[in-house]
């Protein structure tokens, strides 16, 4: 059975960073991509970054040259590095996985993950 666990989420203020981590158990799956998600309060889901099984990346614009997704495949654990914070990045993080993914196209942040965890909030103060 799979299951994601988010961690690592808390409040900053602007200009600051946060590593988001993701532990996944159970995953025995060679091809796959994986992902995080936000969503704030009145807004729709939105796609921040994914990295796919050969290390393939992509990142929303808003997030671009900001946040940095990374895997250890080692110990199952998906991370997110967000740095140079800001109040619009508020929101409740999700990780999530799908192995029908199998690698990264100009659709992925939009899609519907197979796999998905309870979440961790981020709160950024102004």
């Known amino acids: 059975q799979v299951e994601l666990v988010e961690s690592g989420g808390g409040s900053v203020q602007a200009g600051g960073s946060l590593r988001l981590s993701c532990s996944v158990s159970?995953?025995?799956?060679?091809?796959?991509?994986m992902a995080w998600f936000r969503q704030a309060p009145g807004k729709e889901r939105e796609g921040v970054a994914a990295v796919d099984s050969s290390g393939a990346t992509t990142y929303s614009d808003s997030v671009k040259g900001r946040f940095s997704i990374s895997q250890d495949n080692a110990k199952n654990i998906l991370y997110l590095q967000m740095n140079d914070l800001r109040p619009e990045d508020t929101a409740t993080y999700f990780c999530?996985?799908?192995?029908?993914?199998?690698?990264?196209?100009?659709?992925?942040?939009?899609?519907?993950?197979?796999?998905r965890g309870q979440g961790t909030q981020v709160t950024i103060s102004s």
């Open positions: 159970g995953w025995t799956y060679v091809r796959y991509t």
């Open positions: 999530a996985a799908d192995h029908r993914i199998s690698r990264i196209t100009k659709f992925t942040l939009a899609a519907l993950f197979l796999y």
